[in-house]
């Protein structure tokens, strides 16, 4: 099943099977390492619930609700 | 020369890199982009020396900010002879992205595998042998940090710049090979160099390349029926993106070995996808230091009262006259109560005071039994008077005031690199990233905004990490609110001199509120911007969070090294010469006559103060002050030039308005509070006075920085003509509010209602033609 990152929960995992967007965002994205087979971690959310950091590459990667809306994950139990 | 070009991610030790190769000072911090341009330097220790240049830290040659743009126009067309192409073994993945780009220039490339230590410190290896025989292309393991690998990197540079290398992809494997293949030739016929290169990126769609070769989308766009990825479908931006990072994590990730202690934990667990764990970097929820500090700092709950205490603490530790307020603890009171000891007045005054206190009051100690040698001494060879005068309160009196602040300067500013250096800047953007969206910034724009407690200048130069124009321009404007280094001293002087001459307790809270009010302004300020003039949507937020490191004594060393000079330069240049002109422009009439210190009214300064002063009469140090009051309008003007002029102008002056003042004592307070006695200025002019500094034009060097900044001319005119008009109309709010609170109260109102009709107006588009509409139809 299909789920957007924005709708992930502290500590859940997940491999990115599509990316959404288009133009620099999208572009960015892809850049820093979220494309189709990339494992991700939701590590926090700031203290306002927006941002959020995962874990992605071995690294920490933090973007907004907005953004994470356009990647779509599976989850991995 | 050899042109040598240092290529990576940001925050990857680039500058570190730079610093060890070339022996110079360069700003490195934990901050992903603190270099937003180039540099150069000279490496020396080879046969022959190499020129070295230092770039923008980038992710990919896409040409989405200013740094990626800078980075791939000097490697496209300034075409060094040799990269080297650093990458942060930590993060191994992510800098092979860019890796995987660069290498299809026409350019020889050097890998240099940074902070393997740091690999090895985890339990995890690295090896590099089998990373070059894979990727091609030489890889020396490096420690920028500790110097290490220096010698045979270098070495490696100097055999490839003799060979000559054809750029190679690593996308052979992907579908479009054949479409990059046609364009490539096509565009060899056109004779383009790095024709690899060009093709990839055109094939990619990209923004700079397709208004190149407008000629070739065709052939692109025809190629785009024929493929139909699963996932991009005709995306082939996304089809190539997705390809490199498939090849790295198959092909090159192997060369990272993983702790074994993990592998194991893994296999507890009865992980299945054994493949993901061979190739990928760890992804488990073992916490790591970092992650363990940012439980936390980040916390949900006690991250932002943490951000707002360490800040406060910063401050404190800069300003405090009572430090924790020990003062108030009975017994402690009695004990540095102080009076008649020595340390009165420097170390303990009903308090203990905190280390920026001491320091500027040992400066200032040191400053003033200068300036009494140098007084003394003039005597002794019986110079005369003009002489004595000059030299003391005009040239060291200038000098000294500006001085005796110079350690408190450098320690607020060594507090907030320690911040940046340790990574924890980049935990604020993060926390604060939700707040700043309100008024329309990223949380990246609180980057340049602490930077501008140190300079303006630096903070100006990096708002270039905000990728959207009207948010750098709305961003830039505001950075001189957040008061400077350099205007520390009027701060400090003036809520001195405030404290002194009015009997009020608590310097330290009329300074803090002074740094209050600045970025209130700020604030404000951002808000109309975004609403009116600005508008727009806040840029993405999708940045790295790096690794918490240990600040490291060697850079901050150098950093505050750079700053000394700078202010002492400062200090014996543009201070020395203003302070003589000030001087003599007070001893001289415009018919050329020397005037003694009785006579300064008719100096020429005190003629153009006049001509100037009704200038700031709404502020309250305009015409309402009484003898000599146009002094406050000269320190205004003069501090244009450099904000360490207004105290200057002050300790000049001193010596000639009151005439009991001995001119030998240069600690900026004391001349401050002279001039309080002498004019007769209220406490809402002097705030008023502060106010209008703290947010008026900057110094010249941070209006030149400005315009260059600012592309657009119109812009730059703008906000010169923004700054003039929110330090006016916000000291005037100051002084009538100050002065007479009722007023006031109702244009307090008035510019309240103003500003939310615009916020809602931008919020829900017609709001005040609406409302207009609706007044017109009730008149009818």
């Known amino acids: 099943m299909i789920k957007k990152l924005n709708e992930f929960i502290i500590g859940e995992k997940g491999i990115v099977k599509t990316v959404g967007g288009d133009g620099r965002i999208r572009r960015r994205m892809l850049d820093m390492g979220i494309t189709p087979g990339a494992d991700i971690l939701l590590k926090k959310k700031a203290p306002l619930g927006d941002p959020i950091e995962i874990s992605i590459r071995g690294y920490s990667l933090t973007l907004r609700n907005a953004e994470a809306e356009l990647v779509g994950l599976e989850v991995i139990k | 020369m050899i042109n040598v070009a240092l290529v990576g991610n940001p925050n990857s030790g680039k500058t570190t890199l730079f610093n060890a190769l070339t022996g110079s000072t360069a700003h490195v911090g934990n901050w992903p982009g603190v270099t937003v341009d180039k540099k150069e330097g000279t490496y020396k220790k080879g046969k022959d020396p190499i020129n070295v240049m230092d770039l923008p830290g980038i992710y990919s040659l896409s040409p989405y900010t200013p740094e990626e743009v800078i980075a791939r126009k000097y490697i496209i067309d300034d075409k060094p002879d040799c990269i080297i192409n650093i990458v942060d073994a930590t993060n191994l993945e992510r800098n092979l992205y860019l890796t995987t780009q660069v290498m299809e220039i026409n350019v020889p490339i050097v890998i240099a595998l940074n902070m393997?230590?740091?690999?090895?410190?985890?339990?995890?290896?690295i090896d590099a042998e089998q990373l070059e025989a894979k990727i091609g292309l030489p890889v020396v393991s490096i420690s920028a940090l500790k110097g290490r690998g220096l010698h045979e990197l270098m070495g490696r540079v100097a055999e490839v710049v003799e060979t000559k290398r054809e750029g190679s992809t690593v996308l052979a494997h992907s579908e479009l090979i054949h479409l990059i293949g046609d364009v490539n030739i096509a565009l060899k016929a056109k004779e383009v160099d790095n024709s690899l290169f060009h093709a990839i990126k055109l094939v990619e769609l990209d923004e700079l390349e397709v208004k190149e070769h407008s000629d070739l989308v065709g052939l692109v766009d025809?190629?785009?029926?024929?493929?139909?990825?699963?996932?991009?479908?005709?995306?082939?931006e996304g089809v190539v993106a997705d390809s490199r990072y498939r090849y790295i994590t198959a092909n090159y990730s192997s060369a990272y070995k993983q702790p074994k202690l993990i592998t194991k934990v893994k296999k507890n667990n009865k992980k299945t996808d054994d493949t993901q764990t061979i190739v990928s970097q760890p992804l488990n929820n073992n916490l790591t230091f970092s992650d363990k500090i940012d439980r936390v700092l980040t916390n949900r709950w006690l991250g932002i009262p943490i951000f707002l205490l360490i800040l406060f603490g910063i401050f404190h530790i800069t300003f405090s006259e009572n430090i924790l307020f020990l003062g108030g603890i009975p017994a402690i009171r009695d004990y540095v109560s102080g009076a008649g000891s020595a340390f009165e007045g420097v170390f303990i005054n009903g308090g203990v005071m905190s280390i920026g206190v001491i320091m500027q009051g040992l400066m200032g100690v040191l400053t003033d039994s200068i300036g009494g040698w140098i007084t003394l001494g003039l005597e002794a060879v019986s110079s005369p008077e003009w002489v004595v005068g000059l030299l003391v309160d005009g040239v060291w009196g200038g000098i000294g005031g500006v001085l005796s602040f110079v350690p408190q300067i450098l320690l607020l500013f060594l507090l907030f690199s320690i911040l940046e250096d340790t990574g924890y800047m980049a935990r604020v953007a993060f926390i604060l990233d939700r707040i700043f969206r309100r008024f329309g910034l990223s949380g990246r724009a609180f980057m340049p905004m602490i930077m501008g407690f140190g300079c303006s200048i630096p903070a100006m130069i990096n708002t270039r990490t905000l990728a959207d124009d009207k948010e750098r321009i709305a961003t830039l404007r505001v950075i001189p609110f957040f008061s400077c280094g350099a205007k520390l001293p009027i701060l400090t002087a003036i809520s001195g001199a405030i404290a002194i001459t009015f009997n009020l307790p608590g310097t330290e809270f009329i300074t803090y509120g002074m740094y209050l009010v600045g970025m209130a302004t700020a604030l404000v300020s951002v808000i109309l911007m975004r609403n009116t003039t600005q508008k727009g949507e806040s840029s993405p937020f999708i940045m790295e969070l790096p690794n918490y490191h240990c600040p490291k004594?060697?850079?901050?060393?150098?950093?505050?090294?750079?700053?000394?000079?700078?202010?002492?330069?400062?200090?014996?240049?543009?201070?020395?010469?203003?302070?003589?002109i000030i001087w003599l422009m007070t001893?001289?009439?415009?018919?050329?006559?020397?005037?003694?210190?009785?006579?300064?009214?008719?100096?020429i300064l005190a003629n153009l103060g006049m001509i100037i002063q009704p200038l700031f009469t709404p502020l309250g140090f305009g015409s309402q002050l009484g003898a000599n009051g146009w002094v406050f309008a000269v320190a205004a003007i003069t501090g244009l030039i450099a904000k360490?002029?207004?105290?200057?102008?002050?300790?000049?002056?001193?010596?000639?308005?009151?005439?009991?003042?001995?001119?030998?004592s240069v600690d900026g307070i004391q001349e401050v509070s002279q001039m309080i006695g002498a004019t007769g200025i209220t406490v809402a002019g002097l705030i008023a006075f502060i106010v209008f500094n703290m947010t008026t034009i900057p110094c010249f060097a941070a209006v030149a920085t400005a315009k260059a900044e600012l592309s657009d001319k119109k812009q730059f005119n703008w906000t010169l003509v923004f700054w003039m008009a929110t330090s006016y109309i916000v000291a005037t709010?100051?002084?009538?509010?100050?002065?007479?609170?009722?007023?006031?109260?109702?244009f307090i109102a008035l510019a309240i209602l103003i500003v939310g009709a615009l916020v809602l107006n931008n919020k829900a588009p017609n709001f005040i033609p609406n409302i207009l509409s609706k007044l017109k139809i009730r008149r009818k």
Request: aromatic content about 16%; overall charge negative.
């Open chain 2, 644 to 664: 360490e002029n207004v105290i200057s102008t002050f300790a000049v002056l001193a010596a000639v308005v009151s005439s009991g003042f001995d001119g030998a």
């Open chain 2, 222 to 236: 025809a190629y785009k029926g024929t493929i139909n990825d699963e996932v991009f479908g005709g995306d082939f």
């Open chain 2, 733 to 746: 709010m100051f002084y009538l509010v100050g002065e007479f609170i009722w007023p006031v109260a109702i």
């Open chain 2, 587 to 603: 001893h001289f009439s415009w018919s050329w006559t020397f005037l003694p210190d009785g006579e300064i009214d008719s100096s």
């Open chain 2, 553 to 580: 004594a060697m850079s901050l060393v150098l950093l505050l090294w750079d700053k000394l000079k700078h202010y002492i330069q400062k200090a014996f240049t543009i201070i020395l010469a203003s302070s003589i």
């Open chain 2, 116 to 125: 393997v230590d740091a690999v090895e410190r985890s339990g995890a290896s």
